[in-house]
């Protein structure tokens, strides 16, 4: 079973910056998974600062789904760790790309859109195990903050919300990260 730390925290919390330190910890070759999409200037930009943060050694796989394909990758397979970042912005990211009218929809499809999110963190997690690499992921508490207003938002927190549980309980640690200070609560 491969060795799977969560980091989790709330927005600017400094769980990239966690996850980074401990991947130059625990990983001689590592390769950063990007989940993020350049959609506009406020993500271009933080898309770029992230890259200025991390070593240039560290390969970059931009991919957010069809973790299969990773086997392809000779940067994935010739790391020892994979850095994902983030957990919240892959499922986002699915959810978004599901083309549904999330006001009218049915629990049905929302139900299959949650369906397809766990079976690409399942297939994550199972590559990982199959070509024995560490693994860190980054994700964003979604549970102490406001009820979302819209019904877009409650679905994301609660998919994104069981996501994280569910991590959590493969995970061998898991930090919590409050104003920069990481807080190991597993």
């Not at 299969?68 to 760790?81: G, M, N, R, T, V």
């Not at 992921?137 to 994280?164: K, W």
Request: glycine share 6%.
């Amino acid at each position: 079973m491969a060795e799977i730390i969560v980091v989790t925290g709330g927005a600017r919390s400094g769980k990239s910056s966690l996850a980074e330190i401990k991947a130059k910890e625990l990983g001689n070759k590592v390769v950063y998974i990007a989940t993020a999409i350049a959609f506009d200037e406020g993500m271009k930009d933080r898309i770029s600062k992230h890259k200025a943060s991390r070593p240039s050694t560290w390969a970059t796989i931009e991919r957010y789904k069809e973790f299969c394909e990773l086997k392809k990758s000779q940067d994935f397979i010739e790391a020892d760790l994979v850095l994902l970042d983030c957990m919240t912005l892959m499922v986002s990211n699915i959810l978004l790309e599901s083309d549904v009218d999330f006001d009218n929809c049915s629990m049905e499809e929302i139900e299959h859109i949650e369906k397809n999110i766990s079976n690409e963190v399942t297939e994550l997690l199972k590559i990982v195990n199959r070509y024995e690499k560490k693994l860190i992921i980054v994700t964003n508490e979604v549970g102490m903050g406001l009820v979302p207003s819209y019904r877009l938002g409650n679905i994301f927190r609660d998919i994104a919300g069981r996501v994280n549980q569910y991590l959590a309980k493969q995970a061998n640690e898991v930090y919590l990260t409050v104003s920069g200070i990481p807080v190991r609560i597993k």
